[in-house]
């Protein structure tokens, strides 16, 4: 009798254990790592998703943001994520070629106008379905952030696509910007980040391309006498994840995470668009560098020279999709 008991006890008690182990268990742990400071667009983003997910998903899921690449440079955590070390992250566009060559449409010169015409590709058919072109790698592109358009800044200056012959530019590593400069007769040098000041500094190289939040917070303005705003490519970023942690996600988890993101990614391109104003005139107001801005028909020579890349790269991006991009310029019009 009192065995019998004891057994039944013992039952319901361990069905009390079983059902109570969810609860029981620590949230769901995201790391976010990136590259850059607190303070950029990025990094306001990255802490304004924590933020939100603590709001309203209370502890279900608790979001660790990694800056300044305390984790994993960007050359590194694509990896890292497929192995689970890392759950999200927002490499620049230009660090998935291993993954995809779609996606090199976004370093193609003069491609878009302006960032209300990259907001009108990205929001539409062709820019949300590019989300999905890592898809086959196990990855996931969750969203686009902005970080803006690129400037030219060189040693002497630039006005037109002869005067930037026989310069070395610094890149990232993409083979559609070292096309971009060798149909200008430049020498397109692939190097970290990090070491672009020195490289400046030293004149181990005479220029680079970048945003002016970019040319602003490191520096570079202070080591460049000429930037031309020549507004000729983009630099964006593509939040993303694993397939596996993302698919294995509770569906009610994964839609807060969702809504969060779509958020934190339009507060960050605010602040982005923000920075892009208020850095080029700090630029301006430095005395350090001299803006050189473009007549129509000077910028028509740099278009001109630099616009048979898209051609070269037709066969592996596809026509449909460049021609969809050029497109949103005039959809706006």
């Given at each position: 009798?009192?065995g019998?008991?004891?057994?039944?006890?013992t039952a319901i008690?361990?069905?009390a254990?079983l059902?109570a182990?969810?609860?029981l268990a620590?949230?769901?742990v995201?790391?976010f790592?990136?590259?850059?400071?607190?303070?950029?667009?990025?990094g306001?983003?990255a802490n304004?998703?924590r933020?939100l997910?603590?709001?309203?998903?209370?502890?279900?899921?608790l979001?660790?943001?990694?800056?300044?690449s305390?984790l994993f440079?960007?050359?590194?955590v694509?990896e890292a994520?497929?192995l689970?070390?890392?759950?999200?992250a927002a490499p620049?566009?230009?660090?998935?070629s291993?993954?995809?060559?779609k996606l090199?449409?976004y370093?193609?010169?003069?491609?878009?106008?302006?960032?209300?015409?990259v907001?009108?590709?990205?929001?539409g058919?062709y820019?949300?379905?590019l989300l999905?072109?890592v898809?086959?790698?196990g990855?996931?592109g969750?969203?686009?952030l902005?970080?803006?358009l690129?400037?030219?800044?060189?040693?002497?200056?630039?006005?037109?696509?002869?005067?930037a012959?026989?310069l070395?530019?610094r890149?990232?590593?993409?083979d559609v910007l070292?096309a971009q400069?060798?149909?200008?007769?430049?020498?397109p040098?692939?190097k970290p980040f990090?070491?672009?000041?020195t490289?400046?500094?030293?004149r181990?190289?005479d220029?680079?391309?970048?945003?002016?939040?970019n040319?602003?917070?490191k520096?570079f303005?202070?080591v460049?006498?000429?930037?031309t705003?020549s507004n000729?490519?983009l630099?964006?970023?593509?939040v993303?994840t694993s397939?596996?942690?993302?698919?294995?996600?509770?569906a009610?988890?994964?839609s807060?995470?969702?809504?969060?993101?779509?958020?934190a990614?339009?507060?960050?391109n605010q602040v982005?668009?923000?920075?892009?104003?208020?850095?080029?005139?700090?630029?301006?107001d430095?005395?350090r560098?001299e803006?050189?801005?473009?007549t129509?028909?000077?910028r028509?020579?740099?278009?001109?020279?630099?616009?048979?890349v898209w051609?070269?790269f037709?066969?592996?991006i596809g026509?449909?999709?460049?021609d969809a991009?050029?497109g949103?310029?005039q959809a706006?019009k």
């Amino acid at each position: 009798m009192f065995g019998k008991l004891t057994t039944t006890l013992t039952a319901i008690g361990l069905s009390a254990l079983l059902l109570a182990a969810p609860a029981l268990a620590g949230p769901i742990v995201i790391k976010f790592s990136h590259v850059v400071a607190e303070n950029t667009p990025k990094g306001q983003m990255a802490n304004k998703f924590r933020d939100l997910v603590k709001e309203r998903l209370g502890d279900k899921v608790l979001v660790e943001v990694y800056p300044n690449s305390q984790l994993f440079g960007d050359n590194k955590v694509l990896e890292a994520m497929l192995l689970g070390d890392v759950q999200m992250a927002a490499p620049s566009l230009s660090k998935f070629s291993r993954y995809t060559r779609k996606l090199q449409l976004y370093d193609l010169p003069f491609l878009f106008e302006n960032m209300d015409a990259v907001d009108r590709f990205q929001h539409g058919p062709y820019g949300q379905k590019l989300l999905q072109s890592v898809s086959s790698k196990g990855l996931i592109g969750l969203g686009y952030l902005h970080n803006g358009l690129k400037q030219l800044s060189a040693s002497k200056p630039l006005r037109v696509p002869a005067d930037a012959r026989g310069l070395k530019f610094r890149i990232m590593s993409s083979d559609v910007l070292a096309a971009q400069f060798k149909a200008l007769g430049a020498t397109p040098l692939k190097k970290p980040f990090s070491e672009v000041f020195t490289l400046l500094q030293t004149r181990a190289i005479d220029g680079q391309e970048n945003t002016w939040s970019n040319i602003y917070s490191k520096k570079f303005y202070e080591v460049q006498p000429y930037i031309t705003e020549s507004n000729h490519g983009l630099l964006d970023y593509m939040v993303v994840t694993s397939a596996e942690f993302w698919n294995g996600l509770p569906a009610d988890v994964r839609s807060g995470l969702e809504s969060a993101l779509r958020e934190a990614i339009a507060f960050g391109n605010q602040v982005a668009a923000d920075k892009a104003k208020s850095d080029k005139q700090k630029i301006i107001d430095s005395r350090r560098s001299e803006i050189i801005e473009l007549t129509p028909a000077e910028r028509a020579q740099w278009v001109e020279v630099m616009k048979p890349v898209w051609k070269q790269f037709e066969g592996e991006i596809g026509k449909e999709l460049i021609d969809a991009a050029y497109g949103a310029n005039q959809a706006g019009k």
